[in-house]
């Protein structure tokens, strides 16, 4: 690991200015200040020199973000340091976001929970093997070729690829996604706040970034608002391993029932593109229409309509598939039962 200053800011604006970056056009992106919440991501790209942050910025000491608050209208605000066992445990969001809980549990191993936050989960990069490996300068590095495009892309993206394939590794992403998420950003310009549906962006917008975050912005909330559907919302994924793994495929479902009809639905699915990709012509085939099996195997088909398999992720179109029907029928034949 490379040597590196580091700092225990005790304010967010303190951490705004310590995470400046370095004022050299030169320098590559990956040398800049970086933050640590949990540490679950940051601390294996900088072990396997993925990256190398002339500063290490410890949010841990700032007060405030480890909370899970009420907004008293059956939403939560959530600190971008609230970890993701605290989410998973929390009697509210298994209360009004069932989903999200499930999306939490569903991450890596207890351990890994007990340290990750939903910040970090939320910014984490790619698990692609050509971007961790210290040596291969892809081009989310800085080089000029995606080498999983053809190469071995067994875990890569079926959707919205190109000119790289990755696929983002948050399990929490698509489920917030679907809940209509939203995320409070700091910088040194001051407070915003954005959809997550807008946070997240592909590469063909910025091929060495996976979100609209400047190296001098932090997460410092994320808010789920109340909905009609949050209730009825579930998350399943798919891996080879029972723990640890990241999804090959998962999806996260959300409907809202009227009487025996669907009002309206969301669905997100995780492990098959570069960001949570929700698939809203699918889920207008839903509205306003009573639940059955062969509703739900038309909008399994229509959520995959787009994807572009590469040579050895083919299984995903089906296994996405599979993981659509599942999760509707869960939401929605419990509301139907």
Not at 255 to 261: F, K, P, R, Y
Request: glycine residues 8%; hydrophobic residues 40%; aromatic residues 6%.
């Amino acid at each position: 690991m490379k040597s590196f200053e580091f700092t225990y800011p005790a304010t967010v604006e303190e951490a705004v200015k310590q995470l400046t970056p370095v004022d050299d056009p030169n320098v590559d992106v990956d040398l800049h200040p970086r933050p640590l919440a949990g540490g679950q991501d940051l601390l294996t790209t900088m072990k396997e020199y993925i990256t190398l942050p002339t500063r290490v910025v410890n949010l841990k000491q700032i007060r405030d973000l480890d909370k899970i608050e009420s907004d008293g209208k059956g939403g939560l605000k959530i600190g971008a340091l609230v970890t993701l066992t605290e989410i998973e445990e929390s009697p509210e969001v298994q209360k009004n976001f069932p989903g999200l809980a499930e999306a939490a549990r569903s991450v890596a191993s207890p351990q890994i929970r007990n340290l990750g936050t939903i910040g970090g989960n939320l910014c984490q990069r790619p698990r692609c093997w050509y971007f961790r490996l210290e040596h291969v300068v892809c081009i989310k590095k800085g080089g000029a070729e995606c080498y999983a495009q053809s190469g071995e892309n067994k875990y890569n993206a079926i959707l919205g690829g190109g000119p790289s394939y990755i696929v983002h590794p948050s399990d929490v992403a698509p489920m917030l996604v679907a809940l209509d998420g939203s995320v409070t950003i700091v910088g040194p310009a001051g407070t915003r706040e954005m959809p997550l549906s807008k946070f997240f962006t592909l590469p063909r917008v910025n091929v060495r970034r996976e979100n609209v975050l400047a190296n001098d912005e932090l997460i410092t909330h994320v808010t789920v608002p109340a909905s009609p559907f949050g209730a009825n919302s579930t998350y399943l994924k798919f891996r080879e391993r029972d723990s640890l793994d990241f999804a090959m495929s998962a999806v996260a479902a959300a409907v809202e029932m009227d009487g025996q009809n669907v009002k309206q639905a969301r669905i997100v699915l995780g492990g098959v593109a570069p960001i949570p990709w929700r698939v809203p012509k699918a889920e207008a085939l839903m509205a306003g229409k009573p639940f059955s099996t062969e509703l739900a195997a038309e909008v399994a088909t229509a959520a995959l309509a787009g994807a572009k398999p590469l040579e050895k992720n083919g299984y995903k179109v089906p296994l996405t598939q599979t993981l659509v029907r599942r999760a509707l029928a869960k939401v929605c034949g419990a509301q139907t039962a």
